[in-house]
């Protein structure tokens, strides 16, 4: 059972470029979640997507936006980079459940660097 | 929003050793969980305990929400226990998946 994917593992950036990132969801989960976690800090979450539509989202500007497709992998994209942009961006997915069991598995993680 | 406070900040551990890492969370919650990250970056699920106890190999985990803390006991530590460990806690409501993350507490444990 192939857990939480993420591509590409790292990338490097100029300031002012758009950068996409991509994620999988571990099988059987149609919920993807995305964190961004600058060096010595907790990861903050950006934002939730169920059925395709972004259902949560934390305190970052609208250069953060994202998709989900209706195979529930998901895309981050980041436009107009920023030096503080720089930071791993981690993919969690979960299942949905009206049990309130919402257990959140990350993948490795895209180490993005802005220069 | 919820403030989720972990500690120590930092522990050194001689393997064999034991400790109790805490996580404090100001507000009730929907859900909350204890990861461990390894050096390449890798968020790995330990517990996920809302509330009660729960007991994986030399890991253990107690959460009390009605007094907002959790416990993670790791015992007879050896060396791939190190790396950082994270609360973190899901709100629910209107906040639901939001997954609020604790600093951390960096683990070493030396041979």
């Known amino acids: 059972d192939a857990g939480v994917t993420q591509s590409p593992t790292h990338l490097i950036k100029t300031r002012g470029q758009q950068v996409t990132l991509r994620c999988s969801p571990k099988?059987?989960?149609?919920?993807v979640s995305w964190y961004q976690q600058a060096l010595g800090q907790g990861p903050q979450f950006i934002f939730q997507y169920y059925e395709e539509e972004e259902r949560q989202r934390g305190n970052f500007p609208d250069r953060f936006s994202g998709h989900q497709f209706p195979n529930y992998s998901s895309e981050l994209n980041v436009n107009a980079l920023l030096l503080g942009d720089s930071a791993l961006y981690l993919c969690a997915s979960s299942s949905d459940s009206w049990m309130g069991y919402n257990e959140q598995f990350f993948g490795p993680g895209t180490r993005l660097t802005v220069l | 929003g919820i403030q989720v406070e972990q500690s120590p900040p930092d522990l050194i551990l001689q393997e064999g050793a034991n400790s109790t890492l805490r996580c404090n969370f100001s507000d009730s919650v929907n859900n909350l969980q204890w990861f461990h990250q390894n050096p390449w970056g890798q968020l790995i699920n330990l517990f996920y305990i809302p509330s009660g106890t729960k007991q994986n190999g030399r890991l253990s985990a107690t959460t009390v929400a009605t007094e907002r803390y959790s416990l993670l006991y790791i015992s007879s530590s050896q060396t791939t226990d190190s790396g950082v460990y994270f609360c973190a806690v899901d709100p629910g409501e209107d906040s639901w998946g939001k997954l609020q993350f604790g600093a951390g507490t960096q683990v070493v444990v030396t041979p």
């Open positions: 099988s059987g989960h149609d919920t």
